[in-house]
């Protein structure tokens, strides 16, 4: 299967044929937890937040832009271009930690009453701490280009309330897996690119890192709460997932970034709609998230159509 191709098998798999395996949740922690041991940064020190800000380089890999190989891309300036990638990517920064506020409540309130003296409840705590230094890091580098907190619209915040109040089990460890997967597909081009900013090289490379253990934590949780759910259940969860990823990636480039970059937001918002080479890319970006969550019987139903919407297949 290439990276811009969905997997086949979304939402028709035989539940009882399924390939993925429940391991133990404290062994796994136990690994999580020496691996932060061994390997984990503090952003305040390991970027550079003096260095400058060159003005011929991207805030991200050019080929992520919403609006790279349109006819409004080509009739740009470099400089706009540039401006463009500094606020599209201080857009998604801002979706990141918008999410990563609403992620760790639904850790909070997982491990709430739960055996502290476990290494499951150590490693939620961990990861908890992680994303406070995400989210500040990410505030930091948006600082650093100029570039205002990008907050999603007014009814994706109100929903994300709800959804945090609501969203248990399978339905709060997906949606973590998707907005986590996504960026991780994004920052490991970003990271690689000597085209781009040296601080969102950097704190991408901070962010792909220290994501994959919580990555790992959240399909492994998914894994075993997704066990043993009824249909009526099942369907429900699949929809209530999908909904929050939709709302997670429709809020990633705020409409005002166009608008930053000197450029019509009607007509850009019309070119980034139509863009086939970005689908193709949201679309490769999700290939393997959606492939486990078919594996795990999270993909089906009417949640296909809204995963469609936000070219996630």
Known sequence: ??????????????????????????????????????????????????????????????EWSTLYRTSMWDEMSLEQQVTLTKHEVSSIMSTGIWFEMILMQLIVR????????TPHFQFALTEIADECR???????????????????????????????AVAV???????????????????????KDERVQPIARTTSKIHVLEEARHMRFAREEIVRRSEGLSRAQRSRERVRLAGGAYFITNSLV???????????????????????HYKAKMRGSASKLMGFLDEVGMVGGPSVNL???????
């Open 1 to 62: 299967m290439s990276s811009t191709e969905a997997p086949t098998r979304v939402g028709k798999r035989d539940l009882a044929t399924r390939e993925v395996k429940v391991t133990d949740r404290q062994e796994v922690a136990t690994r999580l937890l020496a691996s932060s041991a061994k390997k984990s940064y503090d952003p305040m020190v390991e970027v550079d937040w003096d260095a400058p800000v060159p003005d011929h380089l991207y805030g991200m890999t050019p």
């Open 169 to 191: 089990g399978a339905t709060a460890y997906g949606a973590i897996l998707v907005a986590e997967e996504i960026l991780d597909v994004m920052q490991r081009d970003w990271m």
């Open 254 to 276: 705020n409409p005002a970034v166009y608008a930053a970059a000197g450029l019509d937001t009607k007509r850009a918002l019309a070119a980034a709609k139509s863009n086939e």
């Open 110 to 117: 997982d491990m709430y009453g739960k055996d502290a003296s």
């Open 307 to 313: 995963y469609k919407r936000v070219n996630l297949l």
């Open 134 to 164: 995400h989210s500040i890091m990410f505030a930091r580098a948006s600082e650093r280009f100029g570039c205002p907190s990008y907050l999603p619209s007014r009814t994706a915040l109100e929903l994300g309330r709800i959804f945090k």
